[in-house]
């Protein structure tokens, strides 16, 4: 057992690697970035810290329910095993090219109380939320997207892993342009410890029948990646949001997280071609029978759209981010160019009603 740790920078973790920055944290725990210097290997690699349970309080809520130590301790225990055989999961899954590769891990046991500290080492990638910050975010490059993360939910489920919160928040970059899926199965687990987090940060790209409580199979991962999808494809917004020269507001959020759930047809997104258009909103359907059967037939759709796919104006100035000033000045021209050609009139005239992230 090992002493309960704050992780800063210049701790050593895995006996040689150093914590060299934190880089985020999020729902599932801190990330840092951890580097290895001897005089063999010079690397860096990314550090996930999840701490189980996550704080003093979640232990009182449970004892509060009646439990005593040993129970607490039992309980809690559960979902560190779970998060293990998940991490199991990303062994078997890591040499697929466009999933996040698992590289190591450990388990801490706290000696001042209940509780465990899970550190899981894996690639250093590039979050896509900040690789799009300098980069543009065409047709194109939104087909390969879709191309390459249907690719790696293909395999997942071909090895019977449904993801469950796709997102792009869970989407990353590597040094050679591919992108890759991360994080399967951890954050649902860690939202089980504790009661106040059942939907919150995945809801925006959850399928109808899960909000919705209702028997659900791989569809579910199709419609999230089509919402994706849509989003890249919309100015960086969700569907029924108001258009990008208006703010969101918490109601506007709400409002539109209520249309797309109880089955509001979707506009179309406000850029792309009509055969990608065609392809988001098939991925977005409401039923799931309407909806493309498997991820491998919106994987050959989005394939053969890439043979085929034309350079064309998309994404203006991301919302509430810094873009380089090159690339804004871009963006901008293409927003400008863009709103001559359409005006997204079906997305305005939805949106008198609600929000984005």
């Not at 963006?331 to 984005?356: I, V, Y």
Request: charged content about 25%; proline content about 4%; hydrophobic content about 35%.
């Amino acid at each position: 057992m090992g002493e309960r740790m704050n992780y800063t920078i210049g701790d050593f973790v895995f006996n040689d690697w150093q914590i060299t920055r934190e880089i985020g944290e999020g729902a599932t725990g801190k990330v840092f970035e951890i580097e290895k210097n001897d005089s063999v290997i010079s690397a860096k690699s990314a550090l996930k810290v999840i701490r189980i349970p996550r704080s003093v309080s979640d232990v009182k809520t449970v004892m509060s329910e009646g439990m005593d130590e040993k129970s607490v301790t039992q309980y809690f225990r559960e979902f560190v095993d779970e998060i293990l055989r998940e991490i199991k999961v990303m062994v078997s899954l890591k040499d697929h090219p466009n999933i996040v590769a698992y590289e190591d891990h450990t388990v801490i046991a706290h000696e001042d109380g209940v509780g465990w500290d899970i550190l899981i080492k894996m690639e250093l990638l590039t979050p896509l939320t900040e690789w799009m910050l300098n980069h543009l975010i065409d047709e194109n490059t939104t087909i390969r997207i879709g191309s390459e993360i249907s690719s790696a939910l293909t395999y997942a489920f071909d090895n019977g892993l449904v993801h469950r919160d796709v997102k792009p928040e869970n989407i990353f970059v590597d040094h050679t342009g591919h992108f890759k899926l991360g994080d399967f199965g951890i954050a649902r687990t860690i939202e089980k410890t504790t009661g106040g987090l059942s939907k919150k940060g995945t809801e925006s790209y959850m399928a109808p029948e899960v909000y919705l409580g209702q028997d659900y199979n791989e569809q579910i991962d199709i419609y999230s990646l089509g919402i994706v999808l849509y989003r890249l494809m919309n100015n960086n917004r969700l569907p029924f949001y108001p258009p990008i020269d208006q703010k969101i507001s918490f109601s506007d959020r709400e409002a539109a997280l209520m249309k797309r759930v109880q089955g509001t047809p979707l506009p179309a997104p406000c850029n792309g071609s009509k055969e990608f258009q065609a392809i988001i909103l098939k991925a977005c359907e409401y039923l799931p029978e309407n909806r493309y059967g498997t991820m491998h037939e919106l994987y050959n759709d989005l394939q053969k759209l890439k043979k085929t796919a034309r350079e064309i104006p998309s994404i203006p100035v991301l919302e509430n981010t810094f873009v380089s000033s090159e690339v804004s000045k871009i963006q901008s021209q293409k927003l400008s160019e863009s709103k001559k050609e359409k005006s997204c009139t079906e997305n305005k005239s939805s949106s008198t009603a609600k929000n984005g992230a």
